[in-house]
């Protein structure tokens, strides 16, 4: 079963801005705090930004201020605006589910969605 599918990546230049769409299959997004997240070759996976049910963000520290993460409840869909995107953004990017305390309980990953910064 698709659970996940991430769409919006494509390349631009620094400065400019991408918006990120994932459609979340229906029961998945009811329940779960969602989360984007990111990889980049040689390097781990790593959380991009999280949004609760309730609407509560978060943010890792580098992403502040440039990303925005949002649910559109109509859609099931998660979306996340990059603005003054830097070359180090360049990665693929997914969402899966966020789980605030405790481990995580992933679902299976998507293609994700590559994004690349490069002038």
């Known amino acids: 079963q698709v659970h996940f599918v991430e769409s919006g990546g494509g390349l631009v230049q620094p400065g400019g801005s991408l918006r990120l769409s994932c459609a979340v299959s229906?029961?998945?997004?009811?329940?779960?705090?969602m989360g984007w997240y990111r990889q980049s070759p040689g390097n781990q996976r790593e959380l991009v930004a999280a949004?609760?049910?309730?609407?509560?963000?978060k943010y890792v520290d580098s992403m502040k201020g440039r990303f925005t993460i949002s649910r559109d409840n109509a859609k099931n869909t998660i979306e996340l605006q990059m603005n003054s995107l830097k070359p180090e953004d360049t990665a693929v990017y997914y969402c899966?589910?966020?789980?605030?305390?405790?481990?995580?309980?992933?679902?299976?990953w998507g293609q994700g969605t590559q994004v690349t910064v490069s002038s």
């Open positions: 949004i609760m049910i309730g609407g509560k963000t």
């Open positions: 229906g029961y998945i997004y009811s329940i779960f705090a």
């Open positions: 899966n589910t966020f789980v605030e305390a405790g481990p995580p309980k992933f679902g299976p």
